[in-house]
């Protein structure tokens, strides 16, 4: 098979019921009784999506954090996780992470499965939350004429990442790698505002061009808007790069939102590309982000 | 970290929420609105979980009906699944594999996550359900006097596996072990009626032990009485063997199931082990079954 996107094309097929939404979001939306449930699945592999000795207590809170924020681009509210572990190194830095994390966030550990393998360990866990606001946000309602926000800087946790790798001894200079923040609260006030919402886990431009093709139109982007973490030379790096966790939503036009954030656009009828930066069409996704693909 | 228990002690501390049920049963048991929700999380790692190079259409079957066990266990209605995939060898199979069973059981694909990652590889399954009785089953509730009862033979899966390593041309020879069955209508027809119940996945005597302590009981258990797959001979293996996912569980002494079951023992009031068998206390369960210890 050529890789993820082939299988995740065949994954879809299997991936009927509606609650699915067929794949394109980043979480399921399940209607039980008279609740609407948040669902999401998220992995980190050893020496792909964490550095293989990196401290494990900072892997912990990434792995809580990242699903957590999927679950605030749905406004939702967190009732739990599961956990997915594979004993290995360092396991107490992983316990005492994790224990952050929860407590931090304020979610219960439900349950879980560890297991002993062998080789690069692939850690796994699923959040459940309850919508705050129905409908349910997508990707996928972002209208012509909207306006295009995020609600901070990206760049961050690349500069984090640097910081990491260099040995920098500050741990405040890669604390936005390191310790991510779900953007809860963020996500449930703007819940019932937004056209369309997601959170950045693979970079502005990339994640925006699937929001166009999700919506079915052209977000249009001032990359000179775009609040950046980092020195104006790395502009063009920190709109690619991922780990952020920013949230990016799509309000009508004349509405402003109730939390700190910075209008980067305005959403167009579908031209040639999903895309736009500063006039220009981007229809090639391959340089725009992180494309998960080994 | 001494290990898996050691690891799961500390873990079960993070897990103070009720609906953890103190990691001691195999599901979250979760109150959601007028809904009680009912999560699992399992993984199977590749040579440990399953032979290295096993048809992963089989892989894929087993990781949805291990975790669709669980959910039976507690007369669980499943609603849908979440799976972590990393991708490799026989990703085609694999597909193919979890669509028969997600077909078989009637089961939704909700979502997931597909990674790309090295090494032998860990996959992950989330499952949610809806309880269609309540109280929800436990492994905590059986009573001095109750009959202790199996849906049906042990040792299936062991005789299974032993077929797939010696190259059995016969795909029926290695079946049991290949596509373990989810009892999941006679997990619903039970729930109102056992006082405690469980699924067998580690072995008749080790679940069996696990129970009596959850309980504060000694199970006794008669293993004339237990029904086995396998020749007379290796009857101590059968009880031993794990994969079967038979169910285990308690009825008031004159209560009959509804579906076919054998009864295998009694409950008595708690002795020095939390596990008798055929008269001998077994205290030690190192040599009861599968200690997921690496």
Known sequence: MAGELEFIARLRDLASHPAARGLNDDCAVLEVGSETLILTHDSLAQGVHYLPDQDMADVAWRLVATNLSDLAAKGADPLGVLIGYTLGRDDERF????????????????????????????????????????????????????????????????????????????????????????????????????????????????????MGIASGVTLAIDSAAVPIATPEGRRDEALRWGDDYQLLFILPDSVQPPVTAHRIGKVLARKDAPLMLDGRLLADASHLGWQHEG
Chains 1, 2 share one sequence.
């Open 95 to 210: 316990l005492d992470g994790l224990g952050e994390a929860l407590r931090h966030y304020d979610v219960p550990l439900l349950g879980g499965d560890t297991i002993t393998a062998d080789g690069p360990r692939t850690l796994g866990l699923t959040a459940i939350g309850r919508a705050t606001h129905r409908p349910v946000p997508s990707r996928a309602g972002a209208q012509v004429g909207d306006g295009i926000w995020i609600t901070g800087a990206v760049g961050a946790a690349m500069l984090g990442l640097e910081a990491l790798q260099a040995g920098d001894s500050d741990p405040a200079a890669s604390l936005a790698y390191r310790r991510p923040d779900a953007l809860l609260a963020q996500g449930q006030a703007l819940a019932p505002l937004v056209t369309a919402m997601m959170d950045l886990s693979d970079g502005l431009l990339l994640d925006a061009y699937r």
